[in-house]
T-cell receptor
Framework: AQSVAQPEDQVNVAEGNPLTVKCTYSVSGNPYLFWYVQYPNRGLQFLLKYITGDNLVKGSYGFEAEFNKSQTSFHLKKPSALVSDSALYFCAAASNTGKLIFGQGTTLQVKP | DTGVSQNPRHKITKRGQNVTFRCDPISEHNRLYWYRQTLGQGPEFLTYFQNEAQLEKSRLLSDRFSAERPKGSFSTLEIQRTEQGDSAMYLC????????????????FGPGTRLTVL
């Protein structure tokens, strides 16, 4: 069965410091991987995706993610966190029919 | 893109009542997905359409749930005889066909409909 895991329920980081939100996946075939962000009582906003090509993917709002096939990971990163980055982050993998399989989410708390 | 819209944004109903939600996808998108998200969890897939054809349904979608997408445009999700366990955020997403390159297969989500069953 395909699955996505986000091992940390919450990540705390000081403003200006680098941040990493972890994600590992288990999918068959070539993975299509996504990161979404969710603000309170809102839908999900697309940040970035990996389909093929460069292992480092750049996305919206200064976020990037590193695809590592050997470790089956797709960690979300940002060099310098902002207080406004505080939100709930979801990693997802697309099945071979296109439906998304989500991790359980990681709350990012950026403190001033 | 005008974005994916969902109505209503909030729905409070009594157990046993029927409810219907509507999703209007981005106009040129031929794929439309429904997900359910409960508190503290990631969204879970319910069903998806390609144009007007419903191609996959999750086992989460019990007989009380039905979804339609007439004419391949907007979609409705109906829950009959609601139960307290149906309380959740119902999310709709749309995309162009899956498996294409670039932005075509990214799913864009609406704001969701929050259902509370009393």
């Amino acid at each position: 069965a395909q699955s996505v895991a986000q091992p940390e329920d919450q990540v705390n980081v000081a403003e200006g410091n680098p941040l990493t939100v972890k994600c590992t996946y288990s999918v068959s075939g070539n993975p299509y991987l996504f990161w979404y962000v969710q603000y309170p009582n809102r839908g999900l906003q697309f940040l970035l995706k990996y389909i093929t090509g460069d292992n480092l993917v750049k996305g919206s709002y200064g976020f990037e993610a590193e695809f590592n096939k050997s470790q089956t990971s797709f960690h979300l990163k940002k060099p310098s966190a902002l207080v406004s980055d505080s939100a709930l982050y979801f990693c997802a993998a697309a099945s071979n029919t296109g439906k998304l399989i989500f991790g359980q989410g990681t709350t990012l708390q950026v403190k001033p | 893109d005008t974005g994916v819209s969902q109505n209503p944004r909030h729905k409070i109903t009594k157990r046993g009542q029927n409810v219907t939600f509507r999703c209007d996808p981005i106009s040129e998108h031929n794929r439309l997905y429904w997900y359910r998200q409960t508190l503290g969890q990631g969204p879970e897939f319910l069903t998806y359409f390609q144009n007007e054809a419903q191609l996959e349904k999750s086992r989460l979608l019990s007989d009380r749930f039905s979804a339609e997408r007439p004419k391949g445009s907007f979609s409705t999700l109906e829950i009959q005889r609601t139960e307290q366990g149906d309380s959740a955020m119902y999310l709709c997403a749309s995309s162009l066909e899956f498996g294409s390159s670039g932005r075509r297969d990214t799913q864009y989500f609406g704001p969701g409909t929050r259902l509370t069953v009393l």
